[in-house]
């Protein structure tokens, strides 16, 4: 018969994995692991992450839901990754929502970023981002960014960044998009397109990173852009603090797909 101390120790080692554990979701045929950074912030933001299913959800059709919500006094974010890495190839997103129309402290993120072993903060990182970054409607509300492999001038460095802005009809209460990148050894085609495709249908922008033409560098192409692989990371958070309009924000992510070359 095991002794009372035994059986405390056993229940405390369980209690203990239980909360180290990271919750985790399948979505789009993936294994992606929840953040929750528990009573402490940590950036982009600074903010709250949380990985209860307030935030955090998948509907009957298998859609993801990403929530900012208000308890109390705390503004919880979500974020999810996935817990494969993926190199040379396409990424595709379908999203439904109003990503043109956030409040100016919102910002949306669909990116792939280094993980200890390839670099700090700042170098392999590859990004969509949807924000008004704190300014007026006036200003771009759309980033395709690429960071470079090396970054031996600090990690705010960009390897190249298009700014842009779109507006989507607003008759439409929940507007689809497809966002897609296309990493190859040579260069990164970003595009935008109005509806879900798998093709280039509806294009509304498109730009493309080329490493032999980084003006970001002193010398055109001897600072790339990353080939390694990455886990890619979703993301949907207060950007210098809670939205001015005082309203939760939500975002739906109808599907993830990968093509490796």
Known sequence: MKTIATLIIGITLAAMGQIAHAREITFSGKQWTVRNSGTSTSGPGPNYWSDFTDNVWLDANGYLHLKITHVGDKWYCPEVTTKDKFGLGEYQFWLIGRIDDFDPHIAFGLFQFPTPDLGVSGSHEIDFEFSKWGG?????????????????????????????????????????????????????????????????????????????????????????????????????????????????????VRAFKFTPL
């Open 136 to 252: 007026s409607s006036s200003v771009p509300n759309a980033l395709y960014t690429v960071y470079p492999n090396v970054n031996p001038q600090g990690p705010i460095r960009v390897a190249g960044q298009d700014k842009w802005r779109f507006d989507l009809d607003n008759s439409n209460p929940n507007p689809w998009t497809t966002h897609r990148y296309t990493r190859t050894e040579n260069s990164i085609l970003f595009q935008s397109q109005y509806g879900h495709y798998n093709d280039a249908t509806n294009l509304f922008h498109s730009w493309t990173y080329n490493a032999a033409t980084d003006t970001y560098t002193p010398t055109p192409g001897d600072v790339n852009h990353s080939l390694a692989a990455m886990p890619v990371h979703l993301n949907l958070w207060c950007f210098n603090g809670p939205p001015s309009n005082g309203q939760e924000v939500e975002i739906v």
